[in-house]
């Protein structure tokens, strides 16, 4: 059974970076589209970016969209979310899964494994 690990999360202050990876011991996340999602205390999981198999294929939450940069390394098995700009409302939990349906990208269903998540907390 697959399982993901993120890492990278902490606590920063508002216009801080962070830079979140998400790695697979099975190896599998170069066969798949990966995506970031958080979730914030009392909110649904919300999409947060996604990158395809070979990377040439990019797409943005509008929240977030030129302030995180998505990038894998495939020979690595990590997938990374570099977070600029942090803001407290970027506070949540952060978690990455491994993309199996064929459906949007923004549909939770659509993935079968993910991570525990990592926490990034923006406070002033």
């Known amino acids: 059974q697959e399982q993901l690990i993120e890492s990278g999360g902490g606590e920063v202050h508002p216009g801080d970076s962070l830079t979140l990876s998400c790695e697979s011991p099975?190896?599998?996340?170069?066969?798949?589209?990966v995506a970031w999602f958080r979730q914030a205390p009392g909110k649904e999981r919300e999409f947060v970016a996604t990158?395809?198999?070979?990377?040439?294929?990019?797409n943005y939450a509008a929240s977030v969209k030129g302030r995180f940069t998505i990038s894998r390394d495939n020979d690595k098995n990590a997938v990374y979310l570099r977070m600029d700009s942090l803001s407290v409302d970027d506070t949540a939990v952060y978690l990455c899964?491994?993309?199996?349906?064929?459906?949007?990208?923004?549909?939770?269903?659509?993935?079968?494994?993910w991570g525990q998540g990592t926490q990034v907390t923006v406070s002033a």
């Open positions: 899964a491994r993309k199996v349906g064929v459906g949007t990208t923004y549909d939770t269903s659509q993935y079968d494994y």
């Open positions: 099975r190896r599998t996340l170069p066969l798949h589209t």
């Open positions: 990158i395809s198999r070979t990377g040439g294929w990019i």
